[in-house]
């Protein structure tokens, strides 16, 4: 446990990666969004930004990172692929988990403010920041998660078995995906599919996401089982 | 006697070459190993299967009594930084020193602080920019700091000039003195870490071909050379391990030692004798080992013992 | 180098030693370094160092005393000079004979430069 713990500290050994870096994306996006509102004459309607996803993006790479370069290490410092895994993990979680409520308090102070006072909408977004507290936190961080994951993951398949592993694993989401939209498409089924989304609340988006990322998380470990740095 | 790592019939096959082929080993605690062998023979694999970085395609491996794999109570004791040591792009060697910190329970931060003055080592400084000798000083100190009681050191001395090279040695042997622990230094600069070792392994083409105690080695062989006829003569049945002619001399070096007499003899024959040292010697019997199956190995040899 | 190759080095230690006690360098009843300090000064390895050692105190040349160190016993000086006297002749004169010999120099002749060669350590010394 102890060493689990360890692993999270090391991964924080420099602390730009995990904390500065996505503060200072987040600053950033938001003050360019409130720079270009200010430009925009108000015209009194919602103005919505998408800004809020770039530090999701960066943690996607971080993922990959926190794989490509730092397993290699932990290995050098004798440190077991469970422990090095369970470290890692434990510290994304950690941090989406700090992001998913930063956003849903600073959701809360842009509604309060009358959307930062130029009526924009950056942090609560229709659709996810309704309902109560707990859905826009659940909803930021099950993409967190999901995100983190796909670039872990990927950036494992990578080390084991090199471009060729990625390469098959591209493919076969890819025909996943053809696949399945085939499938929709020959049964004629896309009303349903319209429907079944429709439905959807960010409370559900988030349970099927954390279903991929524990998808993710156990093929991670798999692949990682078997890796060498 | 109790031993800290036992390897049995161990083998590690890529998809086109054999790296390890039938590896047995034994290895007991408190010395100083010497894995030596040429580049690519299979020394920085063996080390890899042995803390569980890398692993066999058969055989067995097992360290402190157990298998290391995914071993917490194997692994906590043990520190291996490769020769090709990847470090986070964002490391300094501060970083990479508090990281080893973490995990080491038998880290001396004064050691390593005091390496760090030895070596010159900026730790401020981004490791992606360090220099290649830099990077195998990071190596060093992490390894030498961690005090580990099952320590590897992977051709540690590369981009190292002479005199951080001997500060290396110097600080092994002193801070091993007063901390006692298993070393395994893996080396193809014999010459330079041959009076440091205590045990000497010598790997080839994926094969032990020397296993014995460096004392043992050091007085096995001696050099004869003089007329050919007379050397001949001189060696009779010995085991010969190589042969240099020159016009009528020959230049020989055979295995086993010469009492008073037979000392004597070769100097009333005027022959000349020479030792041999580690480094010739294991020159010598990687090179006439150079043919691909053990078989052709020990015809070779006895061509020469002809 | 201090340590040469293709000998074991335990004896070239043991060697040393006894080199130091009949030369006075270490006097009798005097404290011998530790093995460690042997290992860090010739840079070789400390067991190495140590059966060098050893080696003379199983010849009862030096004695150990717990917890302190290691000595030069009584007596040592006389019964190293009295060894090294034996193997004199055949270290040093036998191969001193041969050289001589080839070069066509006379037992009398051979004589006559050692003792010349005698002068001038005495002459040097002076």
């Given at each position: 446990?102890n060493?689990?713990?360890?692993?999270?500290?090391?991964?924080?050994?420099?602390?730009?990666?995990?904390?500065?870096?996505?503060?200072?994306i987040?600053?950033?996006?938001?003050?360019?969004?409130?720079?270009?509102?200010?430009?925009?004459p108000?015209?009194?309607g919602?103005?919505?930004?998408g800004?809020?996803?770039?530090?999701?993006?960066y943690?996607?790479?971080?993922?990959i990172q926190?794989?490509?370069?730092?397993?290699?290490?932990s290995?050098?410092?004798?440190?077991?692929?469970?422990t090095?895994?369970?470290?890692?993990?434990?510290?994304?979680?950690?941090?989406?988990?700090?992001?998913?409520?930063?956003?849903?308090?600073?959701?809360?102070?842009?509604?309060?403010?009358?959307?930062?006072?130029v009526?924009?909408?950056?942090?609560?977004?229709?659709?996810?920041?309704?309902?109560p507290?707990?859905q826009?936190?659940?909803?930021?961080?099950?993409?967190?998660?999901?995100?983190?994951?796909?670039?872990?993951?990927?950036?494992?398949?990578?080390?084991?078995?090199?471009?060729?592993?990625?390469?098959?694993?591209?493919?076969?989401?890819?025909l996943?995906?053809?696949?399945?939209?085939y499938?929709?498409?020959?049964?004629?089924?896309?009303?349903?599919?319209?429907?079944?989304?429709?439905?959807?609340?960010?409370?559900?988006?988030a349970?099927?996401l954390?279903?991929?990322?524990?998808?993710?998380?156990?093929?991670?470990?798999?692949t990682?089982?078997?890796?060498?740095? | 006697?109790?031993?800290?790592?036992?390897?049995t019939?161990l083998?590690?096959k890529?998809?086109?070459?054999?790296?390890?082929?039938?590896?047995?080993?034994?290895?007991?605690?408190?010395?100083?190993?010497?894995?030596?062998?040429?580049?690519?023979?299979?020394?920085?694999?063996?080390?890899?299967?042995?803390?569980?970085?890398?692993f066999a395609?058969?055989?067995?491996?097992?360290v402190?009594?157990?298998?290391?794999?995914?071993?917490?109570?194997?692994?906590?004791?043990?520190c291996?930084?490769r020769e090709?040591?990847?470090?986070?792009?964002?490391?300094?060697a501060?970083?990479?020193?508090?990281?080893?910190s973490?995990?080491?329970?038998n880290w001396?931060?004064?050691?390593?602080?005091?390496?760090?003055?030895?070596?010159?080592?900026?730790?401020?400084?981004?490791?992606?920019?360090?220099?290649?000798?830099?990077?195998s000083?990071?190596?060093?100190?992490?390894?030498?700091a961690s005090?580990?009681e099952?320590?590897?050191?992977?051709?540690?001395?590369?981009?190292?000039?002479?005199?951080?090279?001997?500060?290396?040695?110097?600080?092994?042997?002193e801070?091993?003195s007063?901390?006692?622990?298993?070393?395994?230094?893996?080396s193809?600069?014999?010459?330079e870490?041959?009076?440091?070792?205590?045990?000497?392994i010598?790997?080839?083409?994926?094969?032990i071909?020397?296993?014995?105690?460096?004392?043992?080695i050091?007085?096995?062989?001696?050099?004869?050379?003089g007329?050919?006829?007379?050397v001949?003569?001189?060696?009779?049945?010995?085991?010969?391990?190589?042969?240099?002619?020159f016009?009528?001399?020959?230049?020989?070096?055979?295995?086993?030692?010469?009492?008073?007499s037979e000392?004597?003899?070769a100097?009333?024959?005027?022959l000349?004798?020479a030792?041999v040292?580690?480094?010739q010697?294991?020159?010598r019997?990687?090179?006439?080992?150079?043919?691909?199956?053990?078989?052709?190995?020990d015809?070779?040899?006895?061509?020469?013992?002809? | 180098?201090?340590?040469?190759?293709?000998?074991?080095?335990?004896q070239?230690?043991?060697?040393?030693?006894?080199?130091d006690?009949?030369?006075g360098?270490?006097?009798?009843?005097?404290?011998?370094?530790s093995t460690?300090?042997?290992?860090?000064?010739?840079?070789i390895?400390?067991?190495?160092?140590?059966?060098?050692?050893n080696r003379?105190?199983?010849?009862?040349i030096?004695?150990?005393?717990?917890?302190?160190?290691?000595?030069?016993s009584?007596?040592?000086?006389?019964v190293?000079?009295q060894?090294?006297?034996?193997q004199?002749?055949?270290?040093?004169?036998?191969?001193?004979?041969?050289?001589?010999?080839?070069?066509?120099?006379?037992?009398?002749?051979?004589?006559?430069m050692?003792?010349?060669?005698?002068?001038?350590?005495q002459?040097?010394?002076?």
């Open positions: 446990m060493r689990v713990v360890n692993v999270m500290r090391m991964q924080l050994t420099n602390r730009w990666i995990f904390i500065g870096i996505p503060l200072i987040l600053a950033a996006s938001f003050l360019l969004t409130l720079i270009i509102w200010s430009f925009i108000n015209d009194g919602v103005r919505i930004s800004g809020s996803q770039a530090v999701m993006w943690f996607f790479a971080l993922g926190s794989l490509t370069l730092t397993f290699p290490f290995q050098g410092l004798s440190i077991t692929r469970r090095f895994f369970l470290g890692t993990l434990s510290l994304f979680s950690l941090i989406a988990l700090v992001t998913a409520v930063t956003y849903w308090l600073l959701g809360l102070v842009e509604q309060g403010t009358g959307g930062w006072g009526g924009g909408s950056f942090f609560a977004l229709d659709w996810i920041a309704d309902g507290w707990y826009p936190v659940a909803f930021y961080f099950a993409v967190m998660m999901a995100l983190f994951l796909i670039g872990f993951w990927s950036a494992t398949i990578y080390k084991r078995w090199q471009a060729t592993g990625l390469l098959i694993a591209g493919i076969s989401v890819a996943a995906l053809v696949g399945t939209l499938l929709i498409g020959s049964r004629n089924a896309w009303p349903e599919v319209g429907a079944f989304l429709g439905s959807q609340t960010q409370l559900t988006v349970g099927w954390a279903i991929l990322a524990l998808v993710l998380a156990g093929g991670s470990f798999l990682l089982r078997r890796a060498e740095p | 006697m109790k031993t800290i790592i036992e390897v019939d083998t590690k890529y998809r086109k070459s054999e790296a390890l082929r039938g590896i047995n080993l034994a290895l007991e605690p408190g010395r100083i190993y010497g894995l030596l062998g040429r580049n690519g023979a299979g020394k920085t694999t063996l080390m890899s299967i042995l803390t569980a970085q890398g395609s058969s055989g067995e491996v097992r402190f009594g157990e298998h290391p794999y995914e071993n917490e109570r194997v692994l906590n004791r043990i291996f930084i090709s040591q990847k470090y986070p792009d964002s490391f300094t501060e970083h990479a020193f508090k990281s080893a973490l995990f080491f329970a001396s931060q004064e050691l390593a602080d005091r390496l760090v003055t030895d070596f010159q080592l900026p730790l401020r400084r981004n490791i992606k920019k360090l220099s290649r000798g830099q990077l000083a990071v190596g060093v100190i992490i390894g030498l005090r580990a099952l320590t590897f050191f992977d051709e540690p001395y590369l981009g190292l000039d002479a005199v951080a090279r001997q500060l290396f040695y110097d600080r092994l042997v801070d091993y007063r901390h006692p622990r298993t070393v395994v230094l893996s193809h600069l014999i010459d870490v041959a009076n440091l070792l205590e045990h000497v010598v790997i080839d083409q994926g094969r071909i020397m296993d014995d105690d460096a004392e043992t050091r007085g096995s062989a001696f050099t004869v050379v007329s050919a006829e007379k001949r003569t001189f060696l009779g049945s010995r085991e010969v391990v190589h042969t240099d002619n016009a009528s001399l020959a230049s020989v070096t055979a295995l086993g030692t010469l009492n008073e000392t004597r003899e100097a009333e024959l005027g000349e004798l030792p040292s580690l480094q010697l294991i020159v019997k990687t090179m006439s080992g150079s043919p691909a199956t053990p078989e052709a190995a015809r070779t040899l006895s061509e020469a013992a002809r | 180098m201090l340590i040469e190759d293709g000998r074991p080095i335990f070239q230690i043991a060697e040393r030693i006894e080199s006690i009949i030369d360098t270490l006097a009798e009843e005097s404290q011998v370094p460690n300090e042997f290992a860090a000064f010739y840079r390895n400390p067991a190495t160092a140590a059966k060098g050692v003379l105190v199983d010849d009862g030096l004695y150990k005393q717990r917890g302190i160190g290691m000595f030069v009584t007596g040592a000086r006389t190293l000079i060894r090294r006297r034996e004199f002749f055949d270290q040093y004169v036998q191969p001193l004979a041969r050289e001589a010999r080839k070069l066509g120099i006379e037992p009398d002749e051979l004589a006559d050692i003792r010349q060669g005698e002068h001038a350590l002459a040097g010394a002076q």
